[in-house]
Every structure is written in C-alpha cells, then in structure tokens.
C-alpha cells in the first residue's frame, strides 16, 4: 500500500507538469506556472509521509525525465517543460540526477 501512496504524489505532480507541457506546446507562457508548481512540489514532498523525501524527489525526476523522453518526438513543447522542470527541481533540492 505504501508504494502506491509514494506512487500516487509522484504521478499527481507530473499530471499536472504534463498538463503545463500541453498548454506550453500549444504555446502559451507557462514558466511561472511551471516555477511555482517546481516549488510547491518539493514543498509537498518534503512532508509527504510514504518514503523519503530523497526517494519521492528522484522518482519524480525519473518520471519527469522519462515522460520527456517519451514526449519529445510528438510534443516538443511539452518536453521541453519537462526538462526545465526536471532541471528546475534538480537544482532546488540539490538532487543531481
């Protein structure tokens, strides 16, 4: 059950990362949605009660870098969101990943 719950706050944050990633492909100005959403995330995780802190932060890089990957053929805009958010986030919580 715990993995699930570590699961489901990763997913729920790179929902919504997706979801700027289609707003800035289509080309609306995302990078204050995408800053702000960067620190709330990180906010969340650090109080999020399955796992660590350290692990949900590198899942949801992975996953961030993982959906970039598997968007950058048909949406360039949306992982290029991804990216900068995956750097965003690296930098923040001083995970080199």
Same mark, same amino acid.
């Given at each position: 059950?715990?993995?699930?719950?570590?699961?489901?706050i990763?997913?729920?944050?790179?929902?919504?990362?997706?979801?700027?990633?289609?707003?800035?492909?289509s080309?609306?100005?995302? +990078?204050?949605q995408?800053? @702000?959403?960067?620190s709330d995330?990180?906010? #969340? !995780?650090?109080?999020w009660k399955? $796992?660590?802190?350290?692990?949900?932060?590198?899942?949801?890089?992975?996953?961030?870098?993982?959906?970039?990957?598997?968007?950058a053929? +048909?949406?360039?805009g949306? @992982?290029?969101?991804?990216?900068?958010?995956? #750097? !965003?986030?690296?930098?923040?919580a $001083?995970?080199?990943?």
């Open positions: 059950m715990a993995d699930s719950n570590e699961g489901g990763v997913k729920h944050y790179v929902d919504q990362f997706l979801a700027l990633g289609v707003k800035n492909h080309g609306e100005n995302v +990078a204050d995408v800053a @702000a959403l960067a995330s990180l906010e #969340h !995780l650090d109080v399955c $796992g660590t802190p350290a692990e949900n932060k590198i899942k949801l890089l992975a996953q961030l870098q993982l959906q970039a990957g598997l968007a053929a +048909a949406t360039p949306q @992982a290029k969101v991804l990216m900068d958010v995956h #750097h !965003l986030i690296s930098e923040q $001083g995970v080199l990943r």
